[in-house]
């Protein structure tokens, strides 16, 4: 494992983690930090691997829940999202990544909720009340992931100019000082 995997690797789990410290409701990491291993691990198995367990952790803290597979769902196709970026990440594509991961994480999350809470009618009326319900935390979720794609992103884009070592193909250096 190279510097910059493990440098990642643990942002993407202290991100994570943030879960865990009261905030209002749906303002998480959750989309931002699959976009950013997206964009960033090179591994594609990993990009999947490293912030679905951070967000198992998380969860084996505050509790399991019906419809996860869905949650866990729309985070992956936040993975994939972020997997646009990896070649050109400029603000506008980071962008329209943070609303298109947010828009599909809504869509995928409450229709899970509509299926598996027992809250809505199993027809069209309660799926329709199932996102109309959404809405409130869609505002907050795509707040908290623009200001965590801004501090992610950001933050690891000014980190890579100040350290040799975390830019991409410089693992040789890190590898070297190892």
């Known amino acids: 494992m190279t510097p910059r995997f493990l440098t990642l690797s643990l942002l993407i789990f202290a991100t994570a983690a943030l879960r865990l410290l009261p905030h209002w409701p749906n303002f998480t990491p959750v989309v931002a930090l699959a976009l950013f291993a997206g964009a960033y691990v090179e591994d594609r198995r990993l990009a999947f691997v490293v912030p679905l367990a951070a967000l198992l952790l998380s969860d084996w803290v505050l ?3 019906p419809g996860m597979v869905f949650v866990y769902s ?11 970026l990896r070649r050109r990440r400029g603000l506008r594509r980071i962008a329209a990544g943070t609303l298109a991961g947010a828009i599909a994480f809504f869509l995928i999350s409450n229709f899970g909720a ?6 809505y009618p199993q027809n069209t ?26 501090l992610l992103f950001g933050g690891f884009w000014l980190a890579e100019r100040r350290f040799a070592w975390l830019r991409q193909g410089s693992d040789k250096i890190g590898q070297a000082a190892l």
Do not use: C, K
Request: neutral net charge; proline residues 2%.
């Open 63 to 65: 509790g399991f829940y």
């Open 125 to 150: 009326a309660g799926l329709a009340a199932a996102y109309v319900a959404g809405i409130p935390f869609f505002r907050n979720a795509l707040a908290g992931d623009a200001v965590y794609v801004a």
């Open 114 to 119: 509509w299926l598996t809470t027992g809250l």
């Open 74 to 84: 729309g985070f992956a196709v936040s993975v994939l999202i972020g997997f646009a």
